[in-house]
């Protein structure tokens, strides 16, 4: 297969199923996927450092699972975005529907514009940036990463969370089960500031509120019981 | 004490178990979680019998003549179906849930057989994949560990919607169990009371599962089989849905299905029988035309299969294979007399205990203790369990020769009567010696 630079496939011409093989067996170089229009699973499962843009809107898990390549969106994503991304970066330039960055596990996924309901819901180790603001339920039992939301963020923020580190700017409608406001010591300012960076953005890190677990659900007792 | 002889009556309403779970309750405050699965008294394959061969019906020849028990799984999309040696497949059940010493017996032991063994809710482990020829990865909705390389790696991918111990419910690990291994391969603090999620974070609903399955499918260049796994509800629709979105293989899991950790409540109290369950999801597979055909969608069905007669039964009702989980276990050494002493010491008694979720097991099975996971041998629990399936095979196998079926998946309804009017009910075939299917004929 082809490795050098700018390789188009054509999705107007090329079925699904040919552009992403030919996308597994790519181990290098930058490609271009165009006319997407609104296709699921566009460059899900990619595993070598490619450098992919899509031109056009996404339909449902663009560059899920990703590994190691990094995936430019340049328009809008659907449900799904970035789902268990184990490393690499998706960045959208536009705006993603639900359960972005779903359960993902390592990697660098930012949405220039908003994030729908349940943005980084199960997140394992990912770090989630978003440009705008986020949807209810976001970081539903975060286990593990960072979400960064420049903007607002809807009801029910960090509901039953684990481990994960929340940090929004604007306001948040609410919190869920177990989820706190927490101090912004050093390090969190210096971590903001590092996301805020390589996600394109200088915004003052002591702008933001850090959220995460309570830590009041870890074990059963009677209690406990929502 | 006798108490009959003394005049005392016990409730039916109350019996001494009620009483007790009464008593529990307001002591603790927290309702009682456990594993096994529905321990009450249900309709089931035991409710039925085989008429064997007769003037108008041949038996084959028991010792001479071949009864085939292989079976293709996954035919219909993927590239790589499962070509299995006998129709008896081993259930999901998670590492974490059971000890890495018991995930490896089981892949040895169905392996040595050339049958499939299934991950669980935490994600594969390397000996795990290392023993096991034929290896089924579950998608689950917690994504504990998933890993595309380990998707990859599989030979199956099973979407867990559901099991039959607890439709509609999520997995839990207690902290006991929640060793530095387990939680690091579930991205957890370590010792925590672990809820899993009961509903997949990225997909809801039939239309989605579609393009989740797509999604899969694309992910592993449409090689590997996809099973949507669900706890037995509503099964007829669930099963078309499955179909329709694009599942190779259904597998329908009742209620007497296992688990390692579940509100008793919702054990035996949630889900219909695997008897109720089986018809139905044959029922959709023959509308839309996918049963039994060669590049079709197959069924697997679960949930309190025990012996050769109860995989037979299955087969004969229109099920492609059976899985097993709790018989698994005991094979391999679950609830041994030997350990007896230990059980009574844990407040319970061998051929009683169901603490799977305590993780104290004496057998050394669902544990994460280090010092009783090594009580149990992998090649010796493997060998076991080896022998387990093979007589479970000869046993179905005896049935078909008798049935006079040169395969064991030649088994048909008409092979069955049933000796209770709810199992004739539930299963479709007539009660033993008139020709009244309840609900489908109107009597003799």
């Known amino acids: ?226 | 004490m006798n108490h009959a002889s003394h005049g005392l009556r016990e409730s039916a309403t109350f019996d001494r178990a009620t009483i007790h779970a009464i008593q529990r309750a307001a002591s603790t405050g927290v309702y009682d979680i456990r594993g096994w699965g529905a321990k009450r008294a249900l309709p089931h394959f035991d409710d039925l019998l085989f008429l064997g061969a007769s003037m108008s019906r041949y038996p084959l020849e028991g010792y001479r003549e071949s009864c085939g028990t292989d079976v293709v799984l996954g035919s219909r999309y993927a590239e790589q179906p499962l070509h299995l040696d006998i129709p008896v497949t081993i259930a999901g059940m998670s590492f974490g849930a059971l000890s890495a010493q018991a995930k490896e017996a089981l892949g040895r032991g169905a392996s040595e057989v050339g049958t499939s063994t299934t991950t669980g809710d935490g994600g594969m482990t390397p000996e795990e994949r290392g023993q096991s020829r034929h290896l089924v990865y579950q998608y689950l909705p917690s994504r504990y560990g998933m890993n595309p390389d380990d998707l990859r790696k599989a030979d199956a991918i099973e979407v867990v919607l559901g099991q039959g111990a607890k439709p509609g419910g999520g997995g839990m690990l207690l902290g006991q169990k929640i060793s530095p291994r387990v939680a690091a391969m579930r991205t957890l603090p370590e010792g925590i009371d672990q809820r899993s999620a009961c509903r997949h974070p990225d997909w809801t609903g039939p239309d989605d599962l579609t393009i989740k399955i797509a999604e899969l499918r694309e992910i592993t260049d449409w090689q590997k089989p996809v099973y949507v796994k669900v706890g037995a509800t509503r099964t007829y629709y669930d099963v078309k849905l499955a179909v329709h979105a694009g599942a190779d293989v259904v597998v329908v899991d009742g209620m007497q299905g296992g688990t390692a950790a579940t509100q008793d409540v919702f054990i035996e109290h949630v889900g219909i029988p695997t008897l109720a369950a089986l018809p139905q999801a044959v029922q959709a597979l023959q509308e839309l035309g996918v049963h039994r055909r060669p590049d079709g969608v197959q069924l697997v069905v679960s949930g309190g299969i025990r012996t050769g007669a109860d995989v037979a039964k299955a087969l004969a009702l229109g099920a492609d294979a059976v899985a097993i989980g709790t018989a698994a276990l005991v094979a391999i050494g679950d609830n041994d007399p030997r350990y007896a002493a230990e059980y009574e010491a844990l407040g319970s008694a061998a051929g009683f205990y169901d603490d799977y979720q305590d993780g104290r097991d004496p057998a050394g099975i669902t544990t994460q203790d280090p010092e009783l996971a090594a009580r149990l041998d992998p090649v010796l629990a493997g060998r076991r369990l080896a022998n387990y399936l093979r007589v479970l095979t000869m046993e179905a196998q005896t049935i078909a020769r008798a049935c006079g079926k040169a395969h064991v998946t030649h088994l048909e309804p008409e092979d069955l009567v049933a000796i209770t009017l709810e199992a004739a009910a539930m299963a479709r075939v007539p009660l033993a010696g008139t020709s009244w299917i309840p609900g489908t004929t109107s009597g003799f």
């Open chain 1, 1 to 226: 297969m082809d490795t050098m630079s700018s390789t188009q496939l054509d999705l107007g011409t090329l079925s699904l199923r040919e552009v992403n093989r030919a996308l597994h067996e790519m181990t290098a170089g930058e490609v271009a996927v165009t006319n997407p229009r609104g296709a699921h699973s566009v460059a899900a499962g990619l595993t070598t450092p490619l450098q992919v843009t899509i031109a056009g809107h996404c339909g449902y898990y663009a560059a899920g699972m990703n590994q190691l390549a990094d995936v430019v969106v340049d328009g809008t994503a659907g449900v799904g975005v970035g789902e268990n991304m184990m490393s690499g970066s998706v960045r959208v330039r536009g705006n993603a529907s639900q359960s972005a960055g779903a359960t993902a596990h390592g990697g660098l996924l930012v949405v220039e514009g908003d994030a729908a309901a349940r943005c980084g819901i199960s997140m394992k180790g990912v770090d989630i940036v978003v440009g705008g603001s986020v949807g209810h339920m976001s970081a539903f039992m975060a286990q593990a990463g960072r979400l960064v939301v420049r903007g607002d963020a809807g009801e029910a923020l960090g509901d039953s969370i684990y481990e994960a580190r929340l940090y929004v700017r604007g306001r948040v409608a609410s919190l869920g089960a177990d989820c706190v406001e927490k101090e912004m010591r050093p390090e969190h300012l210096a971590e903001l500031g590092d996301l805020l960076a390589r996600a394109g953005y200088d915004d003052d890190p002591a702008s933001y509120t850090r959220y995460g677990s309570a830590r009041g659900l870890y074990h059963f007792h009677s209690d406990n019981a929502y």
